[in-house]
Nanobody
Framework: QVQLVESGGGLAQAGGSLRLSCAAS????????MGWFRQTPGKEREFVAA????????KYADSVKGRFTISRDNAKNTVYLPMNNLKPEDTAVYYC??????????????????WGQGTQVTVSS
């Protein structure tokens, strides 16, 4: 069982930055692929980024490539998502998720086993 708690969301201006963190409980964090998804009202939850258990591989949605960077610290059971050059269309609730690796990269919500409660990111123009 893994419990995930996101933090770091808030309000930013277009062109600004925020850094999301996701703290995981349990001693098996290093065995999980970690991902970030986001969701806006009335839309499906969409993939943002993923990182392999060792941190050696990453995957990004085209919409965030070059602006967001996923990383993890297995000693701290934490995954990070610094977000730069934010755009109003980045406004969403951001969710952290953990997947027991079945295939790489896991881009679909059903491939993830555990989810955090989400953190709101709002970008003003």
């Amino acid at each position: 069982q893994v419990q995930l708690v996101e933090s770091g969301g808030g309000l930013a201006q277009a062109g600004g930055s925020l850094r999301l963190s996701c703290a995981a409980s349990g001693r098996t964090f290093s065995l999980y692929t970690m991902g970030w998804f986001r969701q806006t009202p009335g839309k499906e939850r969409e993939f943002v980024a993923a990182i392999s258990p060792s941190g050696g591989a990453t995957k990004y949605a085209d919409s965030v490539k070059g602006r967001f960077t996923i990383s993890r610290d297995n000693a701290k059971n934490t995954v990070y998502l610094p977000m730069n050059n934010l755009k109003p269309e980045d406004t969403a609730v951001y969710y952290c998720a953990a997947a027991q690796l079945r295939r790489w990269p896991p881009l679909r919500t059903y491939e993830y086993d555990y989810w955090g409660q989400g953190t709101q990111v709002t970008v003003s123009s």
